[in-house]
């Protein structure tokens, strides 16, 4: 009888457990139809999304392998060559007197790259070394003008980065040297803008960054948003770089491009050449079938790319507009509004701003920045891919995004 009871209770377990297998199965089963029926477009929006997180935290704002390498040589400097290397501290206390502003007959034009964990990327370094060369062999400014250039740095990479700036440089026609009343070459330390930087971004950074909450170094990929209230007021406008590009044409027609601003913008910005805002808006779009967000162009609003930007600082500032964007509670709102959460930076939120206010924003030409990534032809967008890819026009800045080659001269 205690072995026949035993038999009774362990196949009463057994018809429980069955049960409730029946039940999570019926449930899975039912998730699936919902996904199905909210997100009907062809192609998985969460597990696309998974793959971009997965990317996205592997790479930097420049898409760059930042794997450490340990092979990394060091570039030969001649004895002349340490004598002429860029001193930092003289730099920076140039940068204080000068503040940006014109000089007599001539104007310094600024220009700033993210130049972090360069050091340990062979990628980033080779990147850098196309990008500097292509803009040396076609810049030319008038006589009394300077192109000064900035770099958010950690340490390890400004001290290489001081290195090939003298290789790079060395046939630049343009006034960038050193050691001079004014000096055309300024490193800024990533911490130091970080801490500036974090007490103002850190309520967007959750929603458009690629983990989950608000890590304090993301701050740093949200610099343009904020960069007016960090700069010295006297600095006016400034041209944001990404690294991986190559320039086709002469950088100062790009600074011309300040002069075109409407009333009310603030920025200068390309649009995204994939679809990359159709997925990311794929509720609010189902939700609003009507709607331009997303679609491409001519008519439809597909969002920004951030590898070019020119930014008015002076009209940043003066907007009440922009900066009533950046309170905490009106990210949210929009957010919120759009069904939106990005893994972009500050490219994200230009995008979903520029859905709500598009008078912001000043739209560059696609051959300002001509970005090459396919990604998303062979990720669920093949069919629409073209649409959003295709630029007319002459090619002034090629943007070889997400590892994309850039052709040759």
């Excluded at 026609?173 to 001079?180: L, N, P, S």
Aim: aromatic fraction near 12%; hydrophobic fraction near 40%.
């Amino acid at each position: 009888m205690g072995f026949l009871g035993l038999v009774a209770r362990i196949m009463g377990r057994i018809s429980t457990f069955r049960s409730y297998q029946c039940v999570l199965l019926l449930a899975a089963t039912l998730a699936v139809i919902a996904f199905y029926y909210f997100g009907s477009e062809r192609h998985s929006f969460s597990s696309t999304t998974k793959r971009i997180r997965q990317t996205q935290a592997n790479t930097n704002r420049n898409d760059a392998d930042l794997t450490v390498d340990t092979r990394i040589s060091r570039l030969p400097a001649s004895e002349e060559q340490r004598g002429e290397e860029l001193d930092v501290g003289e730099e920076r206390e140039a940068f204080r007197a000068d503040k940006g502003s014109p000089r007599a007959g001539g104007q310094h034009y600024h220009a700033l790259m993210m130049f972090t964990k360069v050091d340990r990327s062979r990628s980033l370094q080779e990147k850098f070394k196309v990008a500097m060369l292509s803009m040396v062999k076609h810049a030319r400014f008038l006589e009394g003008e300077a192109l000064l250039l900035h770099f958010v740095s950690d340490q390890a990479s400004q001290e290489l980065g001081q290195r090939m700036l003298q290789e790079f440089l060395r046939e630049a026609t343009f006034k960038y040297e050193v050691r001079k009343p004014f000096s055309e070459i300024v490193f800024h330390d990533v911490v130091e803008l970080t801490q500036k930087l974090f007490p103002i971004v850190e309520a967007m950074q959750k929603h458009f960054s690629a983990g989950s909450g608000a890590y304090y170094s993301d701050s740093i990929f949200f610099l343009s948003v904020a960069m007016h209230h960090i700069m010295p007021e006297s600095l006016t406008q400034i041209v944001q770089l990404d690294l991986d590009l190559k320039y086709k044409t002469n950088i100062r027609d790009l600074f011309q491009e300040f002069d075109n601003f409407p009333p009310g913008a603030v920025i200068g910005i390309a649009r995204e050449m994939q679809p990359v805002y159709r997925h990311t808006f794929w509720q609010y779009r189902k939700e609003n079938p009507k709607t331009r967000v997303g679609e491409p162009p001519p008519e439809g609003l597909p969002g920004f790319n951030s590898g070019v930007m020119l930014l008015d600082l002076s009209a940043m500032r003066a907007s009440a507009l922009y900066n009533q964007l950046l309170k905490p509670s009106n990210v949210a709102k929009l957010a919120d509004q759009y069904r939106f959460r990005g893994h972009l930076g500050d490219q994200d939120f230009f995008t979903m701003i520029g859905m709500e206010h598009p008078e912001l924003f000043y739209p560059l030409a696609c051959g300002w920045n001509r970005q090459l990534c396919t990604w998303w032809r062979d990720h669920g967008y093949g069919d629409v891919f073209q649409l959003y890819y295709g630029c007319d026009g002459p090619v002034y800045i090629y943007h070889g995004n997400c590892n994309s080659p850039i052709p040759d001269d």
